[in-house]
């Protein structure tokens, strides 16, 4: 947490998008002209940003969960409540700039949001902590790449998005590697239970927006579109295992051996799963209330 708070950069939404009573001429310019930059948009950048965006505001169940799974009145709890605050601002400012670029059906994507919150998001990590360090460095990484891949597509439309998300970006990349080095800490006093628990959410992430409505086919559309799908996720556990120091790993059990090659396997699987899914991949075309029932056609 120490060197957390000496790295981090404590933005707020408003430094990009000013809204007050009192406002230079350029900031006002800036804030109505955002509606025309943005308005080249395509449709799949903002499929993209819906789904960045809800994910984003899902943030009461991952609070809930670091609470439920790390306890209270401790060092974890004061983690929890900091990351808390640092990762609202993420959905506010991608909220505030979505509706002030009009990106979207406001009134669609509100329906969305809520009933995502209402389906609730509880993973089966069955009172296990280990999974759960696991599953927020993986994820954390992943959002990152996710975040910054859609910043470079929409940069030529509208830059305030790129920045926006490459501070976004910059958060998420903090907070993975407090995540990351936690768990690399659990490897070191515990590898085979730690190593055991990865195994259970490493091969097949479910990235926490997945209960969201229409989820599958927004994660097509961004796979589709070269934004992040299987090959970017193979790029994140591949990563962590090189942090993670797997490889130099020196067991004392069997079953920790046994977790060691498994884990080491795990790229090897991915890159299979995402040649079998290539493979399958036929022209197809998707429609999303949020885009206003547009066609997005695929070859």
């Not at 796979?223 to 992040?228: H, L």
């Amino acid at each position: 947490m120490a060197r957390h708070l000496e790295e981090r950069n404590l933005w707020f939404p408003s430094d990009f998008l000013p809204v007050s009573e009192q406002m230079t001429d350029e900031q006002l310019r800036n804030m109505a002209e955002l509606p025309e930059r943005a308005r080249g948009m395509p449709d799949a950048v903002r499929v993209a940003l819906a789904l960045n965006l809800l994910t984003e505001e899902g943030l009461p169940h991952f609070h809930r969960l670091l609470a439920t799974y790390l306890g209270s009145n401790n060092a974890w709890s004061r983690w929890n409540f900091m990351w808390t605050a640092e990762e609202d601002r993420h959905g506010a400012v991608m909220h505030n700039y979505v509706r002030d670029a009009r990106l979207f059906d406001m009134r669609a994507f509100e329906e969305l949001q809520y009933q995502y919150l209402e389906a609730g998001f509880d993973p089966e990590w069955h009172s296990d902590p280990y999974q759960l360090l696991a599953y927020t460095s993986l994820q954390e990484r992943a959002t990152q790449s996710a975040h910054a891949n859609t910043g470079k597509l929409a940069a030529k439309y509208d830059p305030m998005i790129q920045r926006i998300l490459g501070y976004v970006a910059a958060d998420e990349s903090r907070h993975f590697k407090f995540y990351r080095d936690s768990f690399r800490g659990l490897l070191e006093t515990d590898s085979t239970n730690a190593m055991q628990s990865a195994l259970k959410v490493m091969p097949r992430l479910a990235m926490p927006g997945h209960s969201i409505t229409g989820y599958v086919e927004m994660a097509e559309v961004v796979r589709r579109a070269g934004i992040y799908g299987p090959r970017d996720y193979r790029k994140v556990v591949a990563e962590c295992l090189e942090a993670w120091g797997i490889a130099e790993l020196t067991p004392v059990d069997a079953a920790g051996r046994e977790a060691q090659d498994k884990m080491m396997a795990v790229p090897a699987r991915l890159d299979k799963l995402a040649d079998l899914l290539e493979r399958r991949t036929k022209s197809k075309g998707f429609s999303f209330d949020v885009i206003y029932k547009r066609g997005l056609d695929f070859a």
